[in-house]
């Protein structure tokens, strides 16, 4: 059965400082990785993804985030944070093309100035 | 143009009613989902439909029935509605395989 982690309920960073936020996954097959950012009482926006290939995947915003098959790990990274970055973030993970996507429970990302 | 759409936006109603929500997407996509937020935030699949054909029916209780006219559109029945289906719904829609999904700006229900 695949699932999704991410372990930390809230971070909190400085405006201009790097951003991460962690997941990590299992999946018997091969994992499709997505992240989702959802602000207050908006639906959920698409970030990025990792289906195949660089394992350093480019995102809206100027976020990226990084594969990493042996840590089963799919980091997301922004260099500098901006306040308006504040919102929920959610990790999720397809396994194959026709797996169900599931959502990790999210991280609460807090950007002061 | 909203590519995914919901009707309405809230939704107040009393326990033991039956309510609807609709969904349409414009995207052209082949398949269709309805997720549950619950207070927590917590995201779970509840139906997916590929092509008007159910694939993914999670443990729902048979109040909640989906139903799919077309591609481009997926509504939610819920009947005998109860204080714990109280939540957002959140419909969104996908291309069949690998992509990611888009989602609709979600219903709130609350059951009183």
């Known amino acids: 059965a695949q699932s999704v982690a991410q372990p930390e309920d809230q971070v909190n960073v400085a405006e201009g400082n790097p951003l991460t936020v962690k997941c990590t996954y299992s999946?018997?097959?091969?994992?499709?990785l997505f992240w989702y950012v959802q602000y207050p009482n908006r639906g959920l926006q698409f970030l990025l993804k990792?289906?195949?290939?660089?394992?350093l995947v480019k995102g809206s915003y100027g976020f990226e985030a990084e594969f990493n098959k042996s840590q089963t790990s799919f980091h997301l990274k922004k260099p500098s944070a901006l306040v308006s970055d504040s919102a929920l973030y959610f990790c999720?993970?397809?396994?194959?093309?026709?797996?169900?996507?599931?959502f990790g429970a999210g991280t609460q990302v807090v950007v002061t100035p | 143009d909203t590519a995914v759409s919901q009707t309405p936006k809230y939704l107040v109603t009393q326990m033991g009613n039956d309510k609807s929500i609709k969904c349409e997407q414009n995207l052209g996509h082949d398949t269709m989902y309805w997720y549950k937020q619950d207070s927590k935030k917590f995201l779970k699949i509840m139906f997916s439909?590929?092509?008007?054909?159910?694939?993914i029916n999670e443990t729902v209780p048979n109040r909640f029935s989906p139903k799919s006219p077309d591609k481009a559109h997926l509504n939610l029945h819920i009947n005998s509605l109860e204080l714990g289906d109280s939540a957002v719904y959140f419909c969104a829609s996908s291309q069949s395989g690998a992509n990611e999904a888009f989602f609709g700006q979600g219903t709130r229900l609350t059951v009183v």
């Open positions: 999946v018997s097959g091969n994992p499709y």
């Open positions: 439909y590929n092509n008007k054909e159910l694939i």
């Open positions: 990792y289906i195949t290939g660089d394992n």
């Open positions: 999720a993970v397809r396994e194959g093309s026709w797996g169900k996507l599931q």
